[in-house]
DNA sequence: CTGAACATGTAATAAGTTACATGATTCC
DNA sequence: GGAATCATGTAACTTATTACATGTTCAG
């Protein structure tokens, strides 16, 4: 997809929040947001760079040990101002899920076809495996059930537990259903 | 994203249904395909002419009129057997769902930032109407509340439903919330 | 000392969007 | 006759993935 670089404001989001490297930014992706986005170190770093082009954001040095050198980013004032902007945009596009798994339901026309009940069994299991961590997630972050500084991630971790668990119940009723023909 | 050519399978998938244009293809990413997977015909046309280099479609002229060519495709044998090996394999990948709604709400931190209550209300606005147009497709496309041929379809738009019906009451539960608070 | 994790980059390729470009047919 | 729709293509650009490439630090 080349829509209009979410990737851009996501950097600008993590940095509103703390001062990052981009192997920091990289690690994000693997967990926190990666539940919703993914991006990979290659296209992080030259967009770093972008950005710092931009003047969105500096960076300075920080030495580890003898000879590493870190590059710690900070979002500046202007980049500041262009996420608020972005965050009070309107976001009218529904984009299209493409989930392969329905993609190819998509091409499954009877209910006898041998494909359908293992495609549906091997959802299931990414399916419950998905929750369960979501549920982990929640419980790791929001122990006393409530969101304190952290409303969105909260709310959208929420949102995903419902998803995966009407999704999950879905393909369980289907399962029983064709079972049962 | 760069994702394995999920495209190419779409276009095959079509084929195995009907023969077609690039148009009606092109046509059938704003309708019923178009729920789940987007594509433009800058994007189709091309990749026609690969599949059928590739050797997995091909096509017959149809004139209409006067002198307008049409290019009537068909999927070939050897692109039924790559279809259905496709359909066969496994879908292990959940990939991340990258709604744009959901990436600027995890950025708001707190209940009383302006910017929250227009996104919810825009968003609550956007997925009723997604629900509205879901189920009129529904009702149009399986009057008699059966599958008949169509599987696969009429599950989709269960699902979809199913989805967006969530999806909207967790809007609605949120906004409630907020406002008495 | 060694392997895992930290840290940063580039190159090649593929996929996807937007804009440019043209012409025919059908319906009113 | 004119507008909407049918019909097909290319060009320029952006975004995203996979692979290549290198070196450091830390924990055991």
Same mark, same amino acid.
């Given at each position: 997809?080349?829509q209009?670089?979410?990737?851009?404001?996501?950097?600008?989001?993590?940095?509103?929040?703390?001062?990052?490297?981009?192997?920091?930014?990289?690690?994000?992706?693997?967990?926190?947001?990666?539940?919703?986005?993914?991006?990979?170190?290659?296209?992080?770093?030259?967009?770093?760079?972008?950005?710092?082009?931009?003047?969105?954001?500096?960076?300075?040095?920080?030495?580890?040990?003898?000879?590493?050198?870190?590059?710690?980013?900070?979002?500046?004032?202007?980049?500041?101002?262009?996420?608020? @902007?972005?965050?009070?945009?309107?976001?009218?596009e529904l984009s299209a899920?493409?989930?392969?798994?329905?993609?190819?339901?998509?091409?499954?026309?009877?209910?006898?076809?041998?494909?359908?009940?293992?495609?549906?069994?091997?959802?299931? @299991?990414?399916?419950?495996?998905?929750?369960?961590?979501? &549920?982990? @997630?929640?419980?790791?972050?929001?122990?006393?059930?409530?969101? &304190?500084?952290?409303?969105?991630?909260?709310?959208?971790?929420?949102?995903?537990? @419902?998803?995966?668990?009407?999704?999950?119940?879905?393909?369980?009723?289907?399962?029983?259903?064709?079972?049962?023909?």
């Amino acid at each position: 997809m080349a829509q209009r670089n979410q990737l851009k404001f996501i950097i600008l989001g993590l940095l509103s929040e703390n001062d990052l490297t981009g192997y920091d930014i990289t690690k994000a992706f693997e967990s926190d947001i990666g539940e919703f986005w993914s991006a990979n170190h290659s296209q992080i770093y030259p967009l770093l760079k972008r950005l710092e082009d931009e003047q969105l954001i500096s960076h300075k040095l920080e030495v580890v040990g003898e000879k590493l050198e870190k590059k710690l980013y900070s979002i500046t004032q202007s980049g500041k101002e262009v996420l608020r @902007q972005w965050l009070s945009e309107p976001t009218p596009e529904l984009s299209a899920t493409k989930d392969e798994f329905i993609l190819k339901l998509y091409f499954i026309h009877t209910a006898d076809d041998p494909l359908l009940m293992p495609m549906l069994t091997e959802q299931h @299991q990414l399916h419950e495996a998905k929750l369960h961590h979501l &549920q982990e @997630q929640m419980a790791k972050k929001f122990p006393d059930h409530t969101s &304190q500084n952290n409303l969105g991630h909260f709310l959208i971790l929420q949102h995903a537990i @419902q998803r995966e668990t009407r999704y999950t119940a879905w393909l369980v009723d289907l399962i029983e259903k064709i079972k049962t023909d």
